[in-house]
């Protein structure tokens, strides 16, 4: 089954004690995103990857990393989590040799970072 | 870029009622997509249509697209109350800044 599997799905932690949320895709996609989600604001893009060792910022991007050694995952990455990045997080991978722009997303990860 | 605003931001009706939301955008597409989120999970994709289409159906879905006036909107027939969730649309592909979407409330 094509999948995008995130992990975590929840997350309760506190100030400054860093922590991974994984993205694995199944479809051989070249690209891969991640995405906060607040109430009110939409999904704000974080960090994207365009195919493997190429990423680049996203709208709100400070306080995390990523990276993209492998085409299946896409890691997220906080070093040093503070309570404004307590949210929704959503991986989402597409593929745009198909030319539809079809987005697959994870189920979500919930953070919270006391 | 491109970013989608939906509207109204939300709606609420009633079960059996249809349920219609619209989106604009700013430059020209290929093709846009809908996706719809319910609470907490993660965005499902529900239609998508290209640019050299007018209107597109699927099941209780009708999309509609006017490229002239950079505008789509969704059709929700007979709503169910299963539908209620958020809804978004994609005018920019797999690189489309996602608005706050259209929240739907269908009352039982």
């Known amino acids: 089954e094509a999948q995008v599997t995130q992990n975590p799905r929840y997350l309760i932690t506190v100030t400054g004690k860093k922590l991974t949320v994984t993205c694995s895709q199944n479809?051989?996609?070249?690209?891969m995103s991640w995405y906060r989600q607040d109430p009110g604001l939409g999904l704000r893009q974080i960090y994207y990857?365009?195919?493997?060792?190429?990423?680049d910022k996203g709208d709100v991007p400070e306080g995390y990393k990523v990276s993209r050694k492998e085409k299946r995952n896409f890691p997220l990455i906080l070093e040093s989590p503070s309570p404004n990045q307590t949210s929704l997080y959503f991986c989402?991978?597409?593929?745009?040799?198909?030319?539809?722009?079809?987005?697959?997303f994870g189920e979500g990860s919930r953070l919270t970072v006391l | 870029s491109q970013q989608g605003e939906e509207d109204p931001q939300a709606l609420s009706i009633q079960e059996g009622e249809n349920a219609t939301m619209n989106c604009s955008y700013k430059?020209?597409?290929?093709?846009l997509q809908w996706y719809r989120q319910n609470s907490g999970r993660g965005l499902v994709h529900l239609i998508l249509?290209?640019?050299?289409?007018r209107e597109k159906h699927s099941g209780r879905l009708r999309v509609t697209l006017d490229t002239s006036k950079k505008s789509s909107s969704l059709l929700i027939t007979a709503s169910r109350a299963a539908d209620t969730a958020s809804y978004f649309c994609?005018?920019?592909?797999?690189?489309?800044?996602f608005g706050a979407g259209t929240r739907l409330f269908v009352k039982a």
């Open positions: 994609a005018p920019g592909g797999f690189k489309t800044i």
């Open positions: 430059t020209s597409i290929n093709n």
């Open positions: 249509i290209r640019s050299n289409e």
């Open positions: 990857s365009m195919n493997v060792e190429v990423t």
């Open positions: 989402a991978s597409s593929s745009p040799s198909k030319n539809t722009g079809e987005l697959f």
């Open positions: 479809m051989n996609h070249e690209y």
